[in-house]
C-alpha cells in the first residue's frame, strides 16, 4: 500500500514563506503524477499544484505566481515551495499520488500537514 508522508507545515506570518514535502513509499515513484491539495476550515478540499512524470506542472489560479510544485525522483519526494503567504492559504495541505503518469484520477492521499497563515 502506497504510503504518503507529509512534512513542512507550520505557522507563518503572512507574506512569509514554507516548503511543503512528501515522500512516497511502496511505489514506484517515477512512474505516477504527484500533486497537492488543501482543505481549509468549511470549505471543500480544492486542487493546488499537479505535476506530471514528465515535468509538466498545472495551478490553481488562486496560487500561480506564488507555489512552485517539483519533484525528485531519486528521493521519491515531491515539494510544493510556497512564497508570499496570505491568511487565505490557511489549510490542511494534502499529497496526493495520481493512477497514472498525468494528473487525472487520484490514487492515493496522504495525512495532510496543517499550514497556518496569521500575524
Known amino acids: 500500500q502506497v504510503q504518503l508522508v507529509e512534512s513542512g507545515g507550520g505557522l507563518v506570518q503572512p507574506g512569509g514563506s514554507l516548503r511543503l514535502s512528501c515522500e512516497a513509499s511502496?511505489?514506484?515513484?517515477?512512474?505516477?503524477?504527484m500533486g497537492w491539495h488543501r482543505q481549509a476550515p468549511g470549505r471543500q478540499r480544492e486542487l493546488v499544484a499537479t505535476?506530471?512524470?514528465?515535468?509538466?506542472?498545472n495551478y490553481a489560479d488562486s496560487v500561480k505566481g506564488r507555489f512552485t510544485i517539483s519533484r525528485d525522483n531519486a528521493k521519491n519526494t515531491v515539494y510544493l515551495q510556497m512564497i508570499n503567504l496570505n491568511p487565505e492559504d490557511t489549510a490542511v495541505y494534502y499529497c496526493v499520488r495520481y493512477r497514472e503518469p498525468l494528473a487525472r484520477s487520484i490514487g492515493s492521499w496522504g495525512q495532510g500537514t496543517q499550514v497556518t497563515v496569521s500575524s
Open positions: 505535476i506530471t512524470t514528465s515535468g509538466y506542472t
Open positions: 511502496r511505489t514506484i515513484f517515477n512512474r505516477y503524477a
